[in-house]
């Protein structure tokens, strides 16, 4: 019988910015918590990761918002609190399944840290679920998705339009594998890969992935040669020498570090 650690899923929430892109109440309020369909973002990032069942899980927030996040912390894993206080109707927990952890980001900011700051934390798990705390899905079930592949290393993705592909990392395919990756071309490289691969061979990367124990290795060692630590260019680095799956939905994505979240 698998022991419930073996059951368990690993998920972190990498939300270490400082939301400069949103400056103008970012230094109020982290852009997780800005509301969506009426309700914080981070709710439906916990309500996406809590279609896998049995969670366990850790947001690795910016060190400037500590004080908020013990704050959070609480009211995530008791969402009943409110109502007893306020004597209004309760509403039942929507991620029962979750057990979330707030962390504060260790190290030079980047998504790379935040995977790293979660995986020492969870115990270096078997593999890890990565969502990005600014990019949400509504409507859509990547993380379930992602579950469901049965890829030890998978990344989320949408159709290519070059339209977007300056504001993304632009994924080549061979299939449903990554064999490549440039992070936001220009019109001119956009123009390039196309005629290299085509344009049915490209993909926008999303803010999801399942990555697993020898990638969490890798990453553990990977220094990129240009300097700029990025996840995506890791997972590029990473598929040279090792399968990584893509996943594509044709699924809108609300972006809450944009100036005014909307759906592309």
């Known amino acids: 019988m698998e022991s419930v650690k073996a059951k368990r899923n690993f998920a972190v929430i990498a939300a270490g910015g400082l939301g400069t892109r949103r400056a103008d109440w970012s230094r109020f309020l982290p852009k997780e918590y800005f509301p969506v369909q009426g309700r914080p ?7 996406e ?12 927030h910016h060190p400037y918002y500590a004080a908020f996040a013990a704050w959070a912390s609480r009211v995530l894993n008791m969402p009943d609190t409110y109502d007893r206080l306020a004597s209004t109707a309760p509403t039942p927990q929507r991620w029962p399944e979750v057990a979330l952890d707030l962390i504060p980001q260790s190290g030079p900011y980047s998504d790379i840290t935040s995977v790293l700051n979660a995986d020492d934390y969870l115990d270096r798990p078997r593999h890890l679920y990565v969502l990005y705390s600014d990019n949400l899905y509504p409507g859509a079930r990547p993380v379930a998705s992602l579950g469901e592949l049965g890829a030890e290393t998978a990344v ?14 632009v994924l080549a395919c061979d299939g449903d594998h990554v064999v490549g990756l440039v992070e ?21 990367l999303e803010g999801r ?31 040279r020498t090792a399968p990584v799956r893509v996943l594509r939905a044709d699924t809108p994505v609300t972006d809450l570090g944009s100036p005014l979240p909307k759906a592309h």
């Open 41 to 47: 973002g981070i709710v439906l990032l916990l309500e």
């Open 49 to 60: 990761v809590a279609e896998l069942g049995n969670v366990r899980a850790v947001m690795v």
């Open 209 to 239: 992935a399942r990555v697993s124990r020898a990638f969490l290795d890798f990453l553990h060692t990977y220094r990129n040669p240009d300097g700029e630590p990025k996840l995506s260019l890791a997972v590029a680095a990473y598929a």
């Open 156 to 169: 989320f993705a949408r159709p290519y339009a070059r339209a977007e592909a300056a504001h993304r990392g």
């Open 184 to 204: 936001k071309p220009d019109a001119l490289t956009a123009q390039e890969l196309e005629a290299r691969h085509g344009r049915a061979n490209l993909a926008l």
